[in-house]
């Protein structure tokens, strides 16, 4: 993959990728995402994602949408996915608009992350 | 409902401080990001700025998937007695909804890649959430968000 098709940067921790999403997801990044994350997968043969969102300050049902198909299509392809860094104000919206987010092990944070990969 | 509709669809758009009008996919977040703008210039809390933000983003994405364009308008009111106040109208001349009750039910969608919570979520995030909409005509949709105090 070149570097001109991520839209967002990863960095490569052991056998598990680290995506750090520090931009605004709109439709269309996240589906760019989406299809980032399976070439990924499948070239540099991890076990598992770790998406740190702490810095995306609107999660909506679409993006919902998105991530957690994303993480059944990981699954598919025998890699686990873990989310990371749910902001308060996004996990009360989630929760009142009564959004699962299926698919995911979630995490505090990066460091509780890597211990559940 | 007719007329309600009719009423509604008419508002003028100058009442309004924002308007976007919604056409591209790129338009959801520029809603969404002026939703925010306004709320914080309210002083809304981080987590009410969010859920305007989150509410925005669905209406403005329902507008693009089914009447493909359309518009987001926001207001600061001030002079309520329920304190600052956000509304938000989404209008759009689409095709309507043949039975917004049914779209109301979490869990319903006419569309593959959902999970058939928006409008159902936008109504548990705001304050007040009214629908109008007539096939052949178009939908609005209009919502408000109060200032909380601590």
């Known amino acids: ?117 | 409902m007719e007329g309600k509709v009719r009423e509604l669809l008419d508002i003028p758009a100058n009442d309004f401080d924002v308007v976007v009008r919604i056409a591209r996919e790129e338009d959801i977040a520029v809603a969404r990001q002026m939703a925010k703008q306004l709320a914080q210039e309210l002083g809304f809390s981080l987590a009410d700025v969010t859920k305007v933000a989150t509410a925005v983003s669905e209406l403005a994405r329902n507008i693009y998937r089914y009447a493909q364009t359309g518009k987001i308008m926001i207001r600061k009111r001030l002079e309520e007695n329920g304190g600052p106040t956000i509304e938000v109208v989404a209008v759009d001349h689409g095709p309507g909804i043949e039975d917004v009750d049914l779209v109301l039910t979490k869990g319903y969608t006419t569309y593959e890649r959902s999970l058939g919570i928006g409008l159902s979520g936008i109504r548990r995030l705001m304050d007040s959430f009214e629908i109008a909409s007539e096939v052949g005509t178009g939908t609005v949709v209009r919502v408000e968000k109060r200032r909380r105090r601590f």
Do not use: N, W
């Open chain 1, 1 to 117: 993959m070149t570097h001109k098709e991520r839209v967002v940067p990863t960095i490569r921790v052991g056998d598990c990728l680290l995506v750090p999403i520090q931009i605004d997801l709109d439709d269309k990044t996240v589906e760019q995402l989406q299809a980032q994350l399976l070439a990924e997968i499948q070239e540099q043969r991890v076990r598992a994602v770790i998406l740190d969102v702490r810095m995306v300050e609107v999660i909506d049902s679409y993006i919902s949408y998105t991530l957690s198909e994303t993480a059944a299509m990981a699954r598919l392809m025998g890699c686990r996915t873990v989310i990371c860094g749910i902001r308060p104000p996004v996990a009360l919206t989630l929760a009142q608009m009564g959004i699962e987010l299926q698919g995911f092990l979630v995490a505090r944070d990066l460091e509780h992350a890597l211990t559940l990969v």
